[in-house]
């Protein structure tokens, strides 16, 4: 069966400080995968995906996350985080047919110290 | 304009008492979802629908009924509502047919409190 671990529950870190979240997917065949944020309150925003290519990919806010097949990983980085980057961040692999079905790691809380 | 928008965002009620919940997507997909989070966060689709007709049903009580009138339209319908029913609900869409894969696209979610 397919799952998505993302093994912090909570990161704190401060800012100007890198980022790393963590994110690893259990599925038979080449994944889709994404990562979403969701700030306090909001509904669940797209940060950045991965369907084939390049196994490094951009995002919005200056999020980039790197696919690793060997190590079933997914992990989201950020250079420098900012205040407002404070939020839940969420990791999914698409699968099914035609990719339908979503499974929702159990997210990651970031605090951002100033 | 709001790409996917469900109303009410908030909504507080009694035990036994009866809901919807409204869904609208204006991105043409075809395929509609309802997920429930819950207090932990925790993300679960609960129903799937392409084209009007029902893909993913997953576990959950034969209270919630999902109704799509149209490709644009999922509704969520709980009937005796129970306190574990509280949560945040949320609509998403997706293009399923074609070349390539896209990804969900969501609300922003409606707050439900069962009293």
């Known amino acids: 069966a397919q799952s998505v671990t993302q093994p912090d529950i909570h990161i704190t870190v401060s800012e100007g400080a890198s980022l790393e979240l963590r994110c690893n997917y259990s599925?038979?065949?080449?994944?889709?995968l994404f990562w979403y944020v969701q700030s306090p309150g909001q509904g669940l925003q797209l940060l950045l995906k991965?369907?084939?290519?390049?196994?490094l990919v951009q995002g919005i806010k200056g999020f980039e996350a790197e696919f690793k097949r060997s190590q079933s990983s997914f992990n989201l980085r950020k250079p420098s985080v900012h205040w407002s980057d404070a939020a839940e961040y969420f990791c999914?692999?698409?699968?099914?047919?035609?990719?339908?079905?979503?499974?929702f790691g159990t997210g990651t809380s970031l605090t951002v110290i100033p | 304009d709001t790409a996917v928008s469900q109303t009410p965002k908030y909504l507080v009620t009694q035990m036994g008492n009866d809901k919807s919940i409204k869904c609208e997507q204006n991105?043409?997909?075809?395929?509609m979802y309802w997920y429930k989070q819950d207090s932990k966060k925790f993300l679960k689709i609960m129903f799937s629908?392409?084209?009007?007709?029902?893909?993913i049903n997953e576990t959950v009580p034969n209270r919630f009924s999902p109704k799509s009138p149209d490709k644009a339209h999922l509704n969520l319908h709980i009937n005796s509502l129970e306190l574990g029913d509280s949560a945040v609900y949320f609509c998403?869409?997706?293009?399923?047919?074609?070349?390539?894969?896209?990804?969900?696209?969501f609300g922003p979610g409606t707050r439900l409190t069962v009293l």
């Open positions: 998403a869409s997706s293009q399923l047919e074609g070349p390539r894969y896209n990804e969900q696209f």
């Open positions: 999914a692999v698409g699968a099914g047919r035609g990719g339908n079905q979503f499974y």
């Open positions: 599925y038979g065949a080449t994944p889709y």
């Open positions: 629908y392409n084209n009007k007709e029902l893909i």
């Open positions: 991965y369907f084939s290519g390049d196994t």
């Open positions: 991105l043409g997909h075809d395929t």
